[in-house]
């Protein structure tokens, strides 16, 4: 396990490597002048030069590139063009809200979607399997961004139980956890369930059940912990993408997060900011990715890494 670890250690800083290369190519093919913004609209043509010139613009494309990896591995990430703060003091204010937004979705969605699923399998063709599968087809169905406003209008208008954005409290994370993690919820829901179907009709579950187990044991011991990996790599998948999905919520609720602060810096071209937040989002990816495989083999010890 060890050695495997650190092979995929290994592996993942070349792919970094690419989807920096990738990522910096793509965000100086976005439209727009930054030095254009900084000198503003109403600036001659010579001034826009002298602020290119100072932030190293008319250098060739594979230049900047090179000066932006030098600055990556010796932990300069430059500077914002919209604050004049360095990347890190811009980004790292704005990391505590994502990640507890982030965390909080990912644990009620998870929770309850793998629930959802569970309890759907066990009473297939029942009551609370339809009704099990209506709020799973919703969670997919239902754009988050109006999800969000419909919490908003509900919860926060018409009730006023709980704050339209901000992060005034805890009970601010309550309404775009929701909108987040609506999506995952369900696709985990209806995954579960359908996996569960699979595995209930293995041999070894009828040979349980014949032994007389209780039910509960069954499912649990049985049907659920034998498709605990497939739950998990879906599960893996989604929650990669909370992180970088937290754009949405983050917007509708104005909340000063990672994902707000891509959408600025993007509609001011801080290109800088830009690349270090998608450099992020994309190793986020690949740590995920890497403790979904860990899991396997602490869930099936039978699985052996070489």
């Not at 169905?141 to 805890?170: K, R």
């Not at 800088?272 to 979904?292: C, H, M, P």
Request: charged content about 15%; overall charge positive; some cysteine.
């Amino acid at each position: 396990m060890g050695k495997y670890f650190c092979k995929r250690v290994a592996s993942a800083i070349p792919l970094l490597l690419v989807i920096s290369f990738v990522i910096f190519m793509f965000i100086h093919m976005i439209p727009g002048d930054p030095a254009r913004m900084i000198a503003g609209q109403d600036a001659t043509k010579e001034d826009v030069e002298v602020v290119r010139e100072q932030l190293g613009l008319n250098d060739p494309l594979l230049v900047q590139y090179g000066k932006y990896m030098k600055g990556l591995f010796t932990g300069d990430l430059g500077d914002s063009i919209k604050n004049g703060k360095t990347v890190v003091e811009t980004i790292a204010p704005r990391m505590k809200p994502t990640i507890m937004l982030t965390v909080s979705a990912m644990i009620w969605a998870t929770i309850i979607g793998i629930a959802l699923g569970i309890i759907s399998a066990v009473f297939h063709g029942r009551t609370l399997d339809y009704i099990g599968m209506i709020i799973a087809i919703s969670g997919i169905s239902v754009p988050s961004f109006w999800l969000g406003l419909e919490l908003i209008q509900g919860f926060s208008v018409a009730l006023q139980w709980l704050p339209t954005g901000g992060l005034d409290s805890w009970q601010s994370y309550i309404l775009p956890s929701l909108t987040m993690g609506a999506g995952i919820m369900a696709v985990l829901g209806r995954f579960t369930r359908s996996t569960m179907l699979e595995t209930m009709r293995e041999d070894y579950v009828r040979t349980a059940r014949a032994k007389g187990l209780k039910e509960t044991l069954v499912v649990m011991r049985h049907a659920f912990k034998n498709s605990l990996i497939e739950i998990i790599t879906v599960a893996g998948l989604q929650i990669g993408g909370l992180l970088s999905g937290s754009v949405m919520a983050e917007t509708v609720f104005s909340i000063p997060g990672l994902g707000r602060l891509l959408v600025d810096s993007i509609n001011f071209r801080d290109y800088k900011v830009v690349q270090a937040l998608l450099l992020f989002f994309a190793a986020e990816y690949i740590v995920i990715n890497l403790i979904v495989d860990v899991l396997y083999g602490v869930i099936n010890p039978k699985i052996r890494y070489n």
